[in-house]
Nanobody, 119 residues
Framework: QVQLVESGGGLVQPGGSLRLSCVASGIIRAINTMGWYRQAPGKQRELVAIITSGGTTTYADSVKGRFTISRDNAKNTALLQMNSLKPEDTAVYYC?????????????WGQGTQVTVSS
C-alpha cells in the first residue's frame, strides 16, 4: 500500500554537503515517524535520525550537529540535510516511515540511496 523512494545520494568530497529526500506514495492516512538509517559494507544497519509527527528529533551521536532531519507532511516527504560530511558517513542510506493506512500501522522502507564521501 505504501512505497518510499529516496533520492539525492551521490559522491561528495569530505566537508561537503548533500540533501537526501524520501517521498511516500500510496493511500496514507498519517505518517507517525520518519527516519533515516544507513548501512556501510560489512556493517549493521544503524539509525541516523528520526523525527516524530510532533517534530521531535533524535540523532545518532556520530551525526549530531552535522545532519538535520525535517519533514513536509503535505508532500509526505522526509529530508536529511547532511553537512560537513566525513568518509565514515559513506553508506547506503534508507528511509523508514511508520505510517497508518486505512486498516493498519506498519513500517515501510525505501530502496536506499548511495552516499560516498571521498577525496
Amino acid at each position: 500500500q505504501v512505497q518510499l523512494v529516496e533520492s539525492g545520494g551521490g559522491l561528495v568530497q569530505p566537508g561537503g554537503s548533500l540533501r537526501l529526500s524520501c517521498v511516500a506514495s500510496g493511500i496514507i492516512r498519517a505518517i507517525n515517524t520518519m527516519g533515516w538509517y544507513r548501512q556501510a559494507p560489512g556493517k549493521q544497519r544503524e539509525l541516523v535520525a528520526i523525527i516524530t509527527s510532533g517534530g521531535t528529533t533524535t540523532y545518532a551521536d556520530s551525526v549530531k550537529g552535522r545532519f538535520t532531519i525535517s519533514r513536509d507532511n503535505a508532500k509526505n516527504t522526509a529530508l536529511l540535510q547532511m553537512n560537513s560530511l566525513k568518509p565514515e558517513d559513506t553508506a547506503v542510506y534508507y528511509c523508514n516511515f511508520n505510517a497508518n493506512t486505512w486498516r493498519l500501522t506498519d513500517n515501510y522502507w525505501g530502496q536506499g540511496t548511495q552516499v560516498t564521501v571521498s577525496s
